[in-house]
């Protein structure tokens, strides 16, 4: 059967748990196709079932190992296993040695089993995010427990690495100062610390270092357990999988929960750092744009506050235009093409016509009339509209209007605002071609709206008004024009 080229059919693949599918979806996780994204929305809501642990460790610490006779257990429980090791010397990933790959041979050849390798790209996060997409691939396919290998070096790996919901640091005897690194890094992230090759010397010695670093520092309601394994030999590893369940169970409890939506968020905000770096450095490269203003900002002809302004500006109304222009395949940053055609920045509809009127409010239209009669803007139309208690006068300007309003109440809002700030600009009126889409759209920005819904206003207008807070300090009428009943 070939491979669907489409999302939609790529994503059924995967559903099926066909393995050349699943493969292609996690390959598109890591070159960030442009059908990802819709690929993972179509996938997402069947993801949540598996098991991901994480585990990490200094390169040799046998993680690999380790990783293979967990997959051995589960599979042995009739359970699926996914493996993704983000390790370029992994047997996985088939950099290391021969003879560690011809031992895992069993797991290569068990359909039971997908073993996928992550290219350490090794930049702004894209690896963590690639391999949080591939584990959701592999969740949304089926298999029970995802088991993914990193060397815990560097921050990326640190990242990848406490996206899984359990944590397992591999640690050996004779590490020298690798715990101090260890240290820096991983220690909170770790849920669960394995002193591998336990069969060599020392390994007791690495047990006391790490319950000396735990009193030390902070931990919340799980205490990482620190357990002793011989990976090449299976001792422990039962342990291991007893503790990892234990850890699950605390998982699916209320501290879990809290963990989990943390780890949720981190997830995210990592995909929104990831867009905002792509974009600063796409004013690196191509376009010169960060060298052009530097060379302003040193000839003093700019400062560096109002040269960054002017780029992020310009970030800005880039990528909202590349939202707008139709994906090329060519692209150098798909999936920052995506982020920002997710995001609300892409220009929006113009629902504005034009200005339909100034409104200014006056204590008689006799007497605030008589200055524009001056200037030959004679009055056209005469008008009270009741509900707001104000009578109204038009007087043509080109093709919009002034209106001057008089209070028909002392209590009416043109009365009230007179009282309050004296006679003149009371608002600004603009022509809607849909007062209540712009109602809405304002509404689900969070605008202050003075009406939430629009009532009847003079000249057979629909209109709305919108508060000045909003708007830059005026307020405005948002006014439709209603069809005309024949
Ligand atoms: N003596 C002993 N050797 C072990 C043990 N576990 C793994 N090894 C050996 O250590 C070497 C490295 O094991 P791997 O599992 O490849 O280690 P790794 O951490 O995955 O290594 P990288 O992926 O290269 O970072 C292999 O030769 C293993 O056979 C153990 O418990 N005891
Ligand atoms: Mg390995």
Redesign the pocket.
Known sequence: MPIPATAAGLAEGVLQRRVPDVARAISWAESGDARFPELLTALFSKTGRARVTGLT????????????ALARKARAAGRRVGIV?V?P???FSG??ILG?RI?MQDLYTDPGVLIRSMATRGNLGGLARATADAVDVLDAAGYDDILV?T?GVGQDEVEVFRLAESCVV?LTPGMGDDIQAIKAGLMEVADLFVV?????DGADRVVQEILQMLELGEHGAWVPPILK?????GTGIDELIGKLEEHRKFLDGPQGARRKSERTRMRIEGLIKEDFLRRVESLRGDSGALEAVAARVNARMEDPLSAARSLVGRIDRGFAAAAESPSSPSKKLPFSEFLSKESPVPKPENLVSRISHLGIAVKSLAEGGAFWDLLGLVEEHREEVASQKVLTSFRAVGESHLELLESTSPDGPIAKSIEKRGPGIHHLCVEVTDVRAALGRLKAAGVRLVNEEPFDGAHDCLVAFVHPSATGGILLELSEKKAKAD
Request: glycine share 12%; no cysteine; hydrophobic share 30%.
């Open positions: 460790g200094s390169p040799g610490a046998g993680k690999s190992t380790l990783t293979a090791a390790d010397s992994s047997p950099g290391a560690d031992r290998e060397v591999v591998n090759k336990a069969d060599r394994t011989v990976a090449t030999t």
